[in-house]
């Protein structure tokens, strides 16, 4: 501890200091999800000034100061030193308004130095301001970026959050009492931030290739690979467009706040800017292909959009919308290898994965459920973010029960119909497909009401030993059957 410590007050940065983030970006966020019409009055505010974009996105939105990814060891080691009788200043750039909301949410601040009308109180104009209130090496000041090296210059020591490179340059000019390390994030971070286990998804655009008895096809297998990687760009560019526009509700929930972008270890322009490049990747292979591809990519990128926009917010419409974007691979698939589908194959795919998205609705709402039993809380409570309370439990559970049966139901009608006995040689042996299915979403929906799902049965299915074996199963019927 330094002397006369109680003398010298310590100035904190909020953005990329305080918190994980930038609260500049993060109303930015807010207003295009709550007004993306309005996206370029975003660009004639900039062309006014930084502080009036800063201004108009702090007073046209709503930011939840209660939930951003605060560093934690930042705020005990201010916590200690307020304990220790030392002023702490929040001294930063982001809107007097949102400024002040954090401040009274941590409540360890003796003032608010922010950015108002006056000035953007950012970089020279931050350390003028400082020097004047606080006098040449009057005060310490915690920063996380090259441009808090104009403010270190004129305090009395520093307090880095960031790496050693940073702290190299802060110890050039004045003294560094502390850093609190921040790594940059790694490559398995990037990974996880465009959820590169989801691909398995996309396996269902095999089905077609599979049902059309063309697996010795390499020309129709390339084409089933390039599809393959196309949609994996795009879904990837889709799920960081829905971590952005879903901040806040991630941040609320048990998992999903250790999402990079939600837990601030990936930034929200870093995000937009992987968002663009997966997105622009993945329409580039795509066009290589054929134009039925293209429109059925570009069908499931408007849905996913829009369904992280508003649709995954309305109950009942969200569910409908999941099970048509997996029906939709399936469609792609086909356009891929330019296979007409069947009537059947859609069908059962449709009301199968309408099951497996209520699945996840159930499985959110049973977790709701423990948690409010868990609190002791009372009244209706309601899934953040979702447009469902937790009395829905019985009629989705009901409701989904009976789509996998149909989709069962479906199956049978198929191995009973005229085309099977053109494509099979002995079409009464895919009667054990059934069976195989039937047991699958019953352990599905057993598991679901247990509380056992994770939220995604297609991840679940993914890493389920009792589901590699059902769907070998399956491969092993069709093969005596005679599908090669």
Not at 132 to 141: H, L, N, Q, T
Not at 317 to 340: E, H, K, N, W, Y
Not at 389 to 415: E, H, K, P
């Amino acid at each position: 501890m330094s002397e006369n410590i109680e003398g010298v007050p310590l100035l904190v940065d909020l953005d990329g200091s305080l918190v994980r983030t930038d609260t500049l970006f993060e109303t930015a966020i807010l207003f295009i999800k709550g007004q993306p019409w309005l996206l370029p009055l975003m660009a004639l505010w900039l062309l006014q000034g930084k502080t009036t974009l800063k201004r108009e996105l702090a007073e046209r939105t709503k930011l939840n100061v209660e939930v951003l990814p605060y560093r934690t060891e930042v705020i005990d080691y201010l916590e200690n030193e307020r304990t220790n009788g030392r002023e702490i200043i929040l001294c930063t750039g982001s809107w007097s308004e949102v400024a002040n909301r954090v401040a009274a949410h941590l409540n360890i601040f003796s003032g608010v130095m922010a950015s108002d009308a006056s000035q953007n109180l950012t970089g020279k104009n931050k350390a003028r301001t400082a020097v004047e209130r606080f006098g040449e090496r009057g005060f310490d000041y915690l920063g996380n970026e090259d441009k808090d090296l104009l403010v270190w210059k004129h305090s009395r020591r520093a307090l880095v959050v960031g790496d050693e490179k940073l702290e190299k340059k802060a110890a050039a000019v004045t003294d560094v009492e502390k850093n609190f390390k921040d790594e940059k994030a790694g490559f398995k971070v990037f990974l996880k931030a465009i959820r590169v286990h989801q691909w398995a998804k996309n396996a269902l655009l095999v089905v077609p290739l599979l049902t059309a008895h063309q697996l010795a096809n390499v020309g129709m297998i390339s084409d089933v690979i390039v599809a393959f990687i196309s949609f994996g760009l795009c879904a990837s560019a889709t799920y960081l467009l829905n971590d952005m526009f879903d901040l806040e509700a991630d941040r609320k929930h048990r998992t999903k706040c250790r999402r990079p972008l939600a837990a601030g270890t990936i930034s929200i322009p870093a995000g937009v800017l992987m968002f663009t490049g997966l997105m622009a990747a993945g329409l580039g292979l795509a066009v290589c292909l054929n134009l039925l591809f293209v429109i059925a990519l570009l069908v499931y990128l408007f849905l996913t959009i829009i369904y992280s926009f508003k649709l995954k917010r309305l109950q009942t419409v969200d569910v409908i919308v999941l099970a048509s974007l997996f029906t939709i691979r399936v469609i792609a698939g086909g356009a891929a290898i330019s296979v007409p589908l069947s009537f059947w194959l859609l069908c059962f795919s449709m009301f199968l994965f309408l099951s497996l998205a209520i699945v996840k609705r159930v499985s959110e709402l049973i977790k709701t459920a423990e948690e409010v039993n868990a609190s002791e809380k009372s009244g209706e409570e309601k899934v953040s973010g979702r447009g469902y309370y937790i009395s829905d439990l019985v009629i989705l559970q009901n409701l989904g029960g009976c789509s996998a049966f149909m989709s069962v139901l479906v199956l049978a009608f198929y191995i009973n119909s005229d085309e099977v006995v053109q494509l099979y040689r002995h079409p009464e042996i895919l009667w054990l497909i059934c069976p195989i299915i039937g047991y699958w979403v019953m352990r599905v929906w057993m598991l679901t009401a247990r509380g056992q799902m994770n939220e995604d049965p297609i991840s679940f299915a993914i890493v389920d030993k009792n589901s590699w074996y059902a769907g070998g199963l399956v491969l092993m019927v069709l093969f005596v059957a005679g599908l090669i």
